[in-house]
């Protein structure tokens, strides 16, 4: 079905594994545009209630994007290309109702780290390294790196980081925030489904309203709250409310069917 990209559906967990390890699962036209169509189905198959991003091979999670792609391209080009990027993929895995996760299993630079980043949260191998070293080339991320780093780390280390092209580890990664977990790379995929599907046993509809308030407290909304409010209500006008709550006074597990 894909050319650049494995998958697996277990358990309602999608893993999806980039899969160039000749090319340290580097991004060219075909990953972004096979990622696009991936995002999508995760979207819309009922049986998916989360996904993993993760990379083939033991050295890196995607280890950038394609330079060789970057040569012919002048101004308008390269905006064309990123915003087709951001619109088609980061933005969507960032806004999608259901959790996607990266397991950052190696390098994870440039595009990759960006890649990473769009993701609700990270866990990492104890091997995997994170940087955006765009200015070596006379460039800057262009697929949400500027926003998602600073987001995350905070100004001053977004900003060295940025302007240094520094690496960092995944232990020093996980102190800054970026990473949530590190553990063995062995373990890295199963560690991390386990989250997963202590998630999958909460209210979907409770879960995309998580996604979607968080997403506009990382972005300073100004209608954080507003929102908050109004989705709070909205939850109340679902079948899973009644069966959370009705659970809780019963003192038993709540079985919730996502309306």
């Not at 036209?29 to 995760?42: C, F, R, T, Y």
């Not at 979207?43 to 995607?62: D, H, R």
């Not at 990492?124 to 949400?144: C, D, H, M, R, T």
């Not at 999958?200 to 998580?210: G, L, Q, R, W």
């Amino acid at each position: 079905m894909y050319q650049t990209l494995l998958t697996d559906l277990q358990d309602g967990t999608l893993v999806v594994t980039i899969n160039r390890p000749d090319k340290l699962n580097a991004l060219n036209k075909d990953v972004i545009e096979e990622l696009g169509k991936v995002v999508d189905e995760i979207y819309n198959n009922a049986e998916i209630k989360s996904a993993i991003l993760t990379g083939s091979g033991e050295k890196a999670f995607v280890a950038g994007a394609d330079i060789s792609e970057f040569t012919t391209l002048d101004a308008a080009g390269g905006s064309a290309l990123a915003k087709k990027g951001q619109d088609n993929v980061f933005d969507k895995i960032e806004n999608s109702p259901k959790p996607i996760v990266a397991a950052v299993n190696g390098f994870a630079l440039g595009g990759g780290c960006e890649l990473a980043m769009s993701c609700h949260f990270r866990t990492a191998s104890e091997n995997a390294k994170f940087g955006q070293p765009e200015v070596n080339l006379g460039l800057i991320p262009g697929y949400g790196g500027t926003q998602r780093l600073t987001q995350l780390v905070g100004k001053g280390k977004a900003m060295e980081l940025m302007m240094t092209a520094d690496m960092i580890g995944a232990d020093e990664a996980k102190a800054l925030g970026l990473v949530n977990h590190v553990w063995p790379l062995a373990e890295l995929l199963s560690k991390t489904k386990e989250i997963l599907q202590k998630i999958h046993t909460k209210a979907p509809i409770a879960i995309s309203k998580v996604i979607s308030c968080v997403n506009d407290a990382a972005k300073a909304d100004s209608n954080g709250f507003a929102n908050e409010v109004k989705r709070f209500g909205e939850c109340f006008s679902t079948e899973d409310m009644r069966e959370g709550t009705t659970a809780f006074l019963e003192k038993r597990k709540a079985i919730f069917k996502g309306k």
